[in-house]
Nanobody, 124 residues
Framework: VQLQASGGGLVQPGGSLRLSCVAS????????MSWFRQAPGKEREFVAV??????SYAESVKGRFTISRDNAKDTVYLQMNSLKPEDTAVYYC????????????????????WGQGTQVTVSS
């Protein structure tokens, strides 16, 4: 069972990137899926979650990032627009239980599977 994150890179402030997270070994179509990020010297933090009931975002990315999924491809995406230098981090995807409640979505221990991370650097 594996989650493979990709799509990171170097982008200028104001630019866009789309991250992908592909599942293999089993399907996560019914699972809650999230993105977290970890900046240098900081703790890993919640970014966004997509559940059967919809999606939710951290305040710091609301209005700029969009999480989506393509169940036919067992893939979750994170579209990141209007990127800022403070968005620089390693981004991780994670799979949680189908019944994940929103109040638990920000907790890392709510998730059973993690991808390996992809580096996003926002710099001029």
């Amino acid at each position: 069972v594996q989650l493979q994150a990709s799509g990171g890179g170097l982008v200028q402030p104001g630019g866009s990137l789309r991250l992908s997270c592909v599942a293999s070994g089993r399907t996560f179509r019914n699972n809650a899926m999230s993105w977290f990020r970890q900046a240098p010297g900081k703790e890993r933090e919640f970014v966004a979650v997509i559940r059967r009931s919809g999606s939710s975002y951290a305040e710091s990315v609301k209005g700029r990032f969009t999480i989506s999924r393509d169940n036919a491809k067992d893939t979750v995406y994170l579209q990141m627009n209007s990127l800022k230098p403070e968005d620089t981090a390693v981004y991780y995807c994670a799979a949680g239980p189908p019944g994940l409640i929103l109040s638990s979505a920000w907790r890392q221990n709510s998730y059973d599977y993690w991808g390996q991370g992809t580096q996003v650097t926002v710099s001029s």
